[in-house]
């Protein structure tokens, strides 16, 4: 309403100079190059407006070309990124949406009307990967590289294939780039632990251990024990090139670690064992006998005089068991020498107690073998023999894999410390717990997740 009565008034102020004028025309008179030319005042105002209109249009008109002509106008660059941005979320919903092909044709569409963007190569590539295109998702990955804003997605998407064609090298290297590039990324810290792992470069894997620990990515006994795993397996490989004073060092670094590290345990009995120190291989298995007892330790413990008579293998196993003399294994292990020297009479009331506390497979096979030699009726026994639980083992958390020993990565599916000694009963919800967390590094990241 006031634009409206402002118009009105400016109208009305023109009119009432344009009456003025042509009331009172006056006379102007100009002197030019010696000539004089005679105008009306009012002439002369028409003369000037119509000038200043003339301008004024030049003006616009040249304004319009810059903006709006077609092609070359500055607007129709804006309405060509807008197209262009318009097509790119479209291809970013099709993608969510789990239609690459829609959302690949999107992206390319979109790339034409865009200045460079990291998020169509991303998209791009992404749609290229769920559609088995590896070799466009590599092109594309490769150019988010380059652009200053997407070079870290662009690296990872390139390890990612590297790891896919097995060019585990390739990957570690992308890896350490990656990790130049974000030194507090949980996904570089894990991979190129990961990695590291893989390659058996142990130092460099330990490296990268104490940066994921010092983020918090894994709880503190976690990583202790991936510690100690990653100095068992450098003694161990120390051990196997012959230097047996690092390979010492190394397996005792990796029991301070981790207390109950079972094959770290038995690996420096049989290190001391085989270099002729009886003495301080009995130790350390007595020692760890009375933290933690073992089977692994039992059968280290036998060698050490396997030729021994049933009677002298009794009293050794007597003094072992009493460091730890209520444990499932100890009862075991007595009842086990017990039967061998045929005291039978002595087996019955350990091997009563062992059933009554710990009825595993493994007891009532002993009872089986115990009512057999004693004539007794062996049908009871048998049919509770049916239905006993295992008791421990070892399995990998990641795969349910059960091999015969522990080793630092699982023989089935490659995982990193990941086969433990747990109760049959404890597997299965230990399992569970296990793929609700991170506790565990896996040895592979999951590039799924990119």
């Known amino acids: 309403?006031?634009?409206?009565?402002?118009?009105?008034?400016?109208?009305?102020?023109?009119?009432v100079a344009a009456v003025w004028l042509a009331d009172n025309p006056g006379e102007v008179a100009i002197d030019f190059q010696g000539r004089r030319i005679y105008a009306s005042f009012a002439s002369l105002a028409f003369v000037a407006v119509g000038l200043a209109a003339l301008t004024g249009g030049m003006v616009w008109l040249v304004g319009w070309i810059k903006r709006d002509m077609p092609l070359f106008g500055s607007n129709q660059v804006v309405k060509r990124q807008q197209r262009?941005?318009?097509?790119?979320?479209?291809?970013?919903?099709a993608l969510s949406a789990g239609d690459h092909k829609l959302a690949g044709r999107l992206a390319g569409q979109a790339e034409v009307l865009l200045p460079p963007q990291p998020m169509v190569h991303l998209i791009a590539a992404e749609a290229a990967q769920r559609g088995g295109n590896h070799k466009e998702a590599a092109k594309r990955f490769a150019a988010l590289e380059e652009t200053d804003e997407g070079r870290f997605l662009g690296l990872r998407g390139l390890l990612s294939e590297a790891r896919r064609t097995g060019r585990e090298s390739e990957a570690l290297r992308l890896a350490r780039v990656a990790f130049e590039e974000n030194r507090k990324s949980p996904w570089v810290l894990k991979t190129l632990f990961a990695l590291e792992v893989a390659a058996g470069n142990w130092e460099q894997a330990s490296a990268a251990l104490s940066k994921v620990m010092k983020e918090g990515l894994v709880a503190d006994d976690i990583g202790k024990r991936h510690q100690a795993t990653l100095a068992y397996a450098e003694a161990a490989e120390h051990n196997l090139k012959g230097?047996?004073?690092?390979?010492?060092?190394?397996f005792k670094k990796a029991m301070s670690l981790q207390p109950a590290f079972y094959a770290a345990v038995s690996a420096l009995a049989r290190l001391e064992l085989s270099g002729g120190n009886g003495k301080k291989a009995?130790?350390?298995?007595?020692?760890?006998?009375?933290?933690?007892?073992?089977?692994?330790?039992a059968k280290l413990y036998k060698e050490l005089d396997a030729a021994e008579a049933p009677a002298g293998w009794l009293s050794r196993v007597r003094a072992l068991v009493a460091k730890n003399p209520d444990h499932?294994?100890?009862?075991?292990l007595l009842t086990d020498a017990l039967m061998d020297a045929q005291e039978y009479s002595g087996a019955k009331p350990v091997l009563d107690r062992l059933l009554a506390e710990?009825?595993?497979?493994?007891?009532w096979q002993y009872k089986l073998a115990l009512v057999h030699a004693?004539?007794?009726?062996?049908?009871?026994?048998?049919?509770?023999?049916?239905?006993?639980?295992?008791?421990?083992?070892?399995?990998?958390?990641?795969?349910?894999h059960q091999p015969r020993m522990w080793a630092p990565l699982c023989e089935s599916c490659d995982g990193f410390d990941t086969?433990?000694?747990?109760?049959?009963?404890?597997?299965?919800?230990?399992?569970?717990k296990h793929q609700q967390s991170e506790a565990t590094i896996a040895l592979l990241a999951d590039d799924k997740a990119v």
């Open 358 to 363: 710990h009825p595993t497979r493994t007891a």
């Open 84 to 93: 262009g941005l318009k097509l790119l979320n479209q291809s970013l919903v």
């Open 328 to 332: 499932p294994e100890s009862l075991l």
């Open 243 to 250: 230097d047996r004073d690092l390979a010492r060092k190394g």
């Open 282 to 297: 009995e130790k350390i298995i007595m020692d760890a006998w009375g933290q933690e007892p073992h089977p692994s330790y």
């Open 419 to 432: 086969t433990l000694w747990q109760k049959k009963a404890d597997i299965v919800s230990g399992h569970k």
């Open 374 to 400: 004693l004539g007794e009726d062996p049908d009871p026994v048998e049919t509770a023999l049916e239905h006993a639980l295992e008791g421990a083992i070892w399995q990998c958390t990641d795969c349910g």
């Open 1 to 15: 309403m006031v634009r409206i009565i402002f118009w009105f008034l400016a109208i009305l102020i023109v009119s």
